[in-house]
């Protein structure tokens, strides 16, 4: 009895530092910013969530790292955008969580980032995406974007892009008219 008690201890022990990590949440300022981010990390589901009340750049979104999804809910041009996720440059779930345990936040270096086109094909059924976009995008048009290779951006008007920051990690640049609006 004593070794069952003993083994529960120890695997309570183990799992409770994993546990933490599962569900994470941090609200803080963006330096140069006008407004705050907070960012909920749930690993267990694989998903970061991004609210940041930038009055110059307002935007939400989401991270759906199991489907290698980013949805960006712009509420300048009251759109929204869903991409692919390049997780090769994108930060792990675990580098995220790991920023947000220490409060070390430094600005992003302008030449870190993607830059995204709108292409002019509307997200006619959100639901398949699942329930959080679903959620997020609700209310909005949504348009697919596809990331620029490196080196091509140079041809999109700067004026028709919306600039949103994931802490110190990345700058994204989510660029083109959107239709219909």
Request: aromatic letters at 6%.
């Amino acid at each position: 009895m004593k070794r069952l008690i003993a083994s529960s201890v120890l695997v309570m022990f183990l799992l409770t530092p994993s546990l933490a990590l599962m569900n994470i949440s941090d609200t803080h300022l963006l330096s140069g910013s006008v407004g705050t981010q907070t960012i909920r990390v749930d690993a267990f589901h694989g998903m970061v969530r991004i609210q940041d009340n930038n009055v110059l750049s307002e935007w939400a979104g989401i991270l759906d790292y199991k489907n290698a999804l980013l949805a960006a809910k712009l509420f300048s041009k009251m759109a929204c955008v869903l991409a692919k996720m390049d997780q090769v440059v994108f930060p792990t779930i675990n580098d995220i969580s790991k920023a947000l345990g220490k409060q070390t936040f430094k600005p992003c270096p302008s030449t870190h980032g993607l830059t995204y086109t709108v292409l002019p094909i509307r997200v006619k059924n959100l639901g398949q995406f699942g329930m959080p976009i679903e959620d997020i995008c609700r209310g909005v048009p949504t348009y697919f974007a596809q990331q620029q290779k490196e080196g091509t951006a140079l041809a999109i008007d700067p004026d028709s892009c919306s600039q949103v920051q994931l802490l110190s990690f990345i700058r994204l640049s989510i660029c083109g008219e959107i239709q219909g609006l």
